[in-house]
């Protein structure tokens, strides 16, 4: 069975801070992993990684990929009050539309 | 709409009785997924439509859940004799093919929050 472990479960910093989110996973035939960030209700796609070592960036948000220690992270740099969210990691196996998601790390950014 | 959209967003119904949620998924898109997400915990996949493909249902906890997808747009998820355990965010997603790969997104709904008294 597929499994997703996401490290802290919540984090709690100040505006200006860069914070670091961690995504472990266990995955039968991986085909990618992917990150979400979800403020009230719909989750919103931030990035997907396939292959390791190659950093996906976007803004102040940047993400990477171990396949051999099967893991990755995702940083926020600078941090604003607006980066407040839950942010889900999720990969895909076997089939590329059914996804295991992570429960989640809750993010707080303090003014 | 633009995107995905659901109804209700929010359901209180006592245990025992028949839910029915819906979804509209982004017009064009053949693929539609449903997934749960209780409280504290992950995103829980539910069932794939893959347009006039059978179904992956594989993820639906019993048979008191159903789902459809009438003519390749709207689904309906249908609980029945509901449960207090059932009670959960209901988020419908749909893409433009199936599954998350380069340049195709899976879009998210605002979900349905039932709520089982």
């Known amino acids: 069975e597929d499994k997703v472990v996401q490290s802290p479960l919540s984090l709690v910093v100040h505006e200006g801070d860069t914070v670091t989110l961690n995504c472990s996973y266990e995955v039968t035939n991986f085909r990618s992993l992917l990150w979400y960030k979800q403020e009230k209700k719909a989750p919103t796609f931030l990035f997907m990684l396939t292959s390791s070592g190659i950093e996906k960036k976007s803004g102040r948000l940047s993400s990477i990929l171990d396949k051999k220690e099967l893991f990755s992270i995702l940083n926020i740099t600078a941090t604003q009050t607006g980066d407040s969210a839950v942010y889900l990691c999720?990969?895909?196996?076997?089939?590329?539309?059914?996804?295991?998601f992570g429960k989640g790390t809750l993010l707080t950014v303090n003014p | 709409g633009a995107g995905v959209s659901q109804s209700p967003s929010n359901k209180v119904t006592e245990k025992g009785k028949d839910v029915e949620l819906r979804c509209d998924p982004i017009?064009?898109?053949?693929?539609l997924y449903w997934y749960r997400q209780s409280l504290g915990q992950g995103l829980e996949f539910l069932i794939y439509?893959?347009?006039?493909?059978?179904?992956?249902k594989s993820g639906l906890p019993s048979d008191r859940f159903s789902a459809e997808r009438t003519g390749g747009s709207v689904s309906t998820l249908t609980i029945q004799r509901t449960q207090q355990e059932d009670s959960a965010v209901y988020l419908c997603a749909s893409s433009l093919v199936g599954g998350q790969g380069s340049g195709n997104t899976i879009y998210f709904g605002e979900g349905s929050w039932l709520t089982v008294v």
């Open positions: 999720a990969v895909s196996g076997g089939s590329n539309y059914k996804l295991t």
């Open positions: 439509f893959q347009g006039n493909s059978a179904p992956d």
């Open positions: 017009s064009g898109h053949t693929a």
